[in-house]
């Protein structure tokens, strides 16, 4: 595709109720970031993955948060029995490359909203 | 753990005018710092990178310096339009192998005034 897909763009979960967010990455972008994005903040590092592997999730905020891209392009983000805390935007970015360390550009989706009542 | 601040919070200005945001980071040890661009309901888009070795970077109407060694970078942007209106997020990447596992500021959230 053109850009960073993700969905749902707007999810609303009741407390207790496990979310499923999705992002299609640019095609044949390497590498896949998740970032939280509460509100009036900037985005916090989640997870990043290269390929199918995942090679950091140091930013996994508890064991409630699960992610996966097992064929190294679609990616989900799990979260089991949501809380009020987890309300916040959750942004997917991918870049072309793999090098871990990298002066390439960086391209954002534009979010799923999670609203957790 | 590095910590990035953005100052101002927010800021308003009448078109035309010349503003200064800024971004200051605790730990100088980045590989690079980037200055994005987030509009409301929107992701964010990439407007300029300085690599750790660069003093500033410059695109059109927007120009960004980085000092180092005192962890400060200023985003320039030159005779405002309203179009200009979003938030502006700086961004360091740490010079430990993390590549694009960015440590994002607060942001500034500028509006310009027709």
């Known amino acids: 595709g053109a850009g960073v897909s993700q969905s749902p763009r707007y999810k609303v979960a009741k407390r207790g109720q496990d979310v499923a967010l999705r992002c299609d990455p640019i095609?044949?972008?390497?590498?896949l970031f998740w970032y939280q994005q509460a509100l009036g903040q900037g985005p916090e590092f989640l997870t990043y993955?290269?390929?199918?592997?995942?090679?950091?999730k140091s930013g996994l905020p508890s064991d409630r948060f699960f992610a996966e891209r097992p064929e190294g392009s679609v990616s989900t983000l799990k979260i089991q029995r949501t809380q009020q805390e987890d309300s916040a935007v959750y942004l997917c970015?991918?870049?072309?490359?793999?090098?871990?360390?990298?002066?390439?550009?960086?391209?954002f989706g534009s979010g799923t909203q999670l609203s957790v009542l | 753990k590095q910590e990035v601040t953005q100052i101002p919070a927010a800021l308003s200005v009448p078109e035309g005018e010349n503003l200064v945001l800024n971004c200051s980071f605790t730990d100088s040890a980045i590989y690079n710092l980037q200055w994005f661009r987030q509009d409301p309901g929107k992701g964010l888009t990439s407007l300029l990178l300085?690599?750790?070795?660069?003093r500033e970077q410059t695109s059109g109407r927007l120009n960004a310096s980085l000092d180092k060694s005192s962890g400060r970078s200023t985003l320039y942007i030159a005779a405002s339009q309203p179009g200009d209106s979003a938030t502006y997020l700086c961004a360091v990447s740490p010079n430990n192998n993390a590549g694009n596992m960015l440590t994002f500021g607060g942001g500034t959230r500028l509006m310009v005034k027709p």
């Open positions: 993955f290269q390929n199918e592997a995942q090679l950091d």
């Open positions: 095609s044949g972008h390497v590498s």
């Open positions: 300085i690599q750790s070795s660069q």
């Open positions: 970015a991918s870049s072309l490359l793999g090098r871990a360390v990298t002066n390439e550009k960086l391209f």
